[in-house]
């Protein structure tokens, strides 16, 4: 709560979520529009505020669609396409360089990002192709 609070302190940017991933990064998921004002000019808001949590920081947009609530997420890792069908979600990568990356080493970065999609969608599974 205290870091929700600070952030919107600093940034005047609404926070949905806050929660901690498994690299230890602080995620903010902040509300739709809120995005650049959360960032600021060239990311000054962002540094300001990795500097005071002195951890590293991801901000990501929500969205209540959740095929662009994922390409908020994944973003900047290129995808070409990103469906939805039956709460199974499929990613398809850019190249074998962005499947790596969604992917991760032991398909952490891939549990990790079900495990947010779960807390705000009905998400089964997420598949990257």
């Keep these: ?20 991933d498994k690299n230890n ?10 995005l650049g004002k959360a960032v600021g000019k060239k990311g ?3 540094k300001k505020l990795e500097s005071i949590f002195k951890r590293r920081l991801k901000v990501v947009e929500f969205s209540n669609d959740l095929v662009q609530f994922v390409k908020n997420y ?15 979600v ?5 190249d074998a360089r962005a499947k790596g990356l969604l992917i991760g080493r032991n398909a952490q970065n891939l549990r990790a ?13 997420i598949k990257v192709v």
């Design 113 to 125: 990002l079900e495990e947010v999609c779960r807390r705000y969608f009905s998400v089964k599974e």
């Design 1 to 20: 709560m205290k870091y929700m609070s600070l952030f919107e302190k600093v940034t005047r940017a609404r926070v949905k979520d806050c929660f901690s």
């Design 44 to 46: 000054v808001m962002i």
């Design 90 to 94: 499929v990613i398809e990568g850019a």
């Design 74 to 88: 994944v973003y900047p890792i290129e995808t070409r396409v990103i469906s939805e069908e039956d709460g199974i």
């Design 25 to 34: 990064i602080l995620v903010f998921v902040v509300q739709e529009t809120q």
